[in-house]
Nanobody, 117 residues
Framework: QVQVVESGGGLVQPGGSLRLSCEAS??????MGWYRQAPGKERAVVAV???????LYADSVKGRFTVSRDNAKNTISPQMNSLKPEDTAVYYC?????????????WGQGTQVTVSS
């Protein structure tokens, strides 16, 4: 069993910055990433760091968000700069881990990010 714990989030003005953090317990972590869900919209990927080290960013955050992963600590943290009102959403940490030979997906509880003046 893997537990996913998020921290960070809050209210920030447009153009501001915010940093989220996620820590996963357990072992055999494969991929770690962040998704977000805005009101009335489906959950969508923000960034994913794959086990091989490659990183995927959503087009909407490229150049503004930078995600870092620490494999030794099983953490992943996006640094979000130049935030826009459209970045307002609940942000979820996502973890894939190998559990009993199967890739199993886990989600954090979500943390609210609000970009508003």
């Amino acid at each position: 069993q893997v537990q996913v714990v998020e921290s960070g989030g809050g209210l920030v003005q447009p153009g501001g910055s915010l940093r989220l953090s996620c820590e996963a317990s357990g072992s055999n972590i494969i991929n770690m990433g962040w998704y977000r869900q805005a009101p009335g919209k489906e959950r969508a990927v923000v960034a994913v760091v794959f086990s091989g080290g490659n990183t995927l960013y959503a087009d909407s955050v490229k150049g503004r968000f930078t995600v870092s992963r620490d494999n030794a600590k099983n953490t992943i943290s996006p640094q979000m700069n130049s935030l826009k009102p459209e970045d307002t959403a609940v942000y979820y940490c996502n973890v894939y881990a190998e559990v009993q030979g199967r890739a199993t997906q886990y989600w954090g509880q979500g943390t609210q990010v609000t970009v508003s003046s």
